[in-house]
């Protein structure tokens, strides 16, 4: 029994690293998703906050919600792996029920988070939502509208042009068409951005074709490949990647549980390696 407890000692030690190590990781990816996305602190905010996620929230409230969130569950976490080894170290009954509480509070709320992402719907609604933003706010390349240089951001960014295609763009009631090259005025069927160009925006460089926003073609442009799925994707990909950090986290913690209650059942038996 004590070379079972001795393990089970060990183990414990081994978890609770990892999750120290983890929470590390969820601190670090929670701070950089609030404070180091488009999504949430650049360009792409006021499209986000314009996108409903299900039927009570939006897309930066959701996502800024799951990073304080991750942040806060990860500082948490941390301590907890802390506290985990002290009380495999020195056992006390009280300190090991502590512990399992505050795991057991710790993956619940990890569960919930996992849940509102699974089931959060992205459909039908932010498609209409997108080309209804597109159609009243977007006014071109060069306007500062912080909707215009959302839209300019995705387009360059994600190698898109409008919703479904460029004819989205059409309906854009703020959007002057008119283009002058070399002294002669054209209009544009396509802004610039959609064009294909090289860098990032804001500071792309000018397309190899200058004629390309007003003949384009799959060759100098990105006019038919719509920006819902690429938006969708992105939504989803982040969605991915908490529910991802998330579960793995839940693992550990739940075989971590396990081996404290293991613990606790042995210090009530006063059965311990010394």
């Known amino acids: 029994m004590r070379a079972v407890l001795f393990v089970v000692k060990g183990l414990t030690i081994v978890l609770n690293t990892i999750i120290t190590l983890a929470a590390l990781v969820m601190l670090g990816f929670g701070a950089l998703l609030k404070f180091g996305t488009e999504m949430l602190r650049g360009y792409m905010v006021p499209l986000m906050k314009a996108l409903p996620i299900g039927h009570s929230t939006d897309a930066w409230t959701l996502f800024n919600s799951a990073a304080i969130v991750f942040m806060t569950l990860g500082s948490i976490c941390l301590i907890l792996?802390?506290?985990?080894?002290?009380?495999?170290?020195?056992?006390?009954?009280?300190?090991?029920?502590?512990?399992?509480?505050?795991?057991?509070?710790?993956?619940?709320?990890?569960?919930?988070?996992?849940?509102?992402?699974?089931?959060?719907?992205?459909?039908?609604?932010?498609?209409?939502?997108?080309?209804?933003?597109?159609?009243?706010?977007?006014?071109?390349?060069?306007?500062?509208?912080?909707?215009?240089?959302?839209?300019?951001?995705?387009?360059?960014?994600?190698?898109?042009?409008?919703?479904?295609?460029?004819?989205?763009?059409?309906?854009?009631?703020?959007?002057?068409?008119?283009?002058?090259?070399?002294?002669?005025e054209y209009t544009m069927k396509t802004p610039t951005a959609c064009c294909k160009v090289t860098g990032d925006y804001p500071g792309y460089d000018p397309p190899f074709d200058a004629y390309c926003d007003i003949t384009p073609t799959d060759d100098n442009s990105y006019y038919m490949k719509g920006c819902y799925e690429k938006v969708k994707k992105y939504l989803f990909d982040y969605s991915l990647i908490l529910m991802a950090g998330g579960g793995g986290m839940i693992a550990i913690e739940i075989v971590s549980l396990v081996l404290a209650a293991v613990i606790f059942r042995s210090l009530r038996k006063k059965v311990w390696p010394t």
Request: glycine share 8%.
């Open 81 to 184: 792996g802390g506290v985990g080894c002290s009380a495999v170290l020195c056992p006390s009954r009280v300190a090991v029920l502590i512990y399992i509480v505050a795991v057991m509070v710790v993956i619940t709320g990890e569960i919930s988070i996992a849940l509102l992402l699974y089931t959060t719907d992205v459909g039908d609604d932010l498609k209409s939502s997108l080309r209804d933003d597109l159609v009243a706010h977007y006014a071109g390349d060069d306007n500062q509208d912080e909707h215009s240089k959302a839209w300019n951001y995705i387009f360059v960014q994600f190698d898109c042009c409008g919703v479904t295609n460029y004819l989205d763009l059409k309906a854009a009631i703020n959007w002057n068409r008119k283009k002058a090259v070399n002294g002669t």
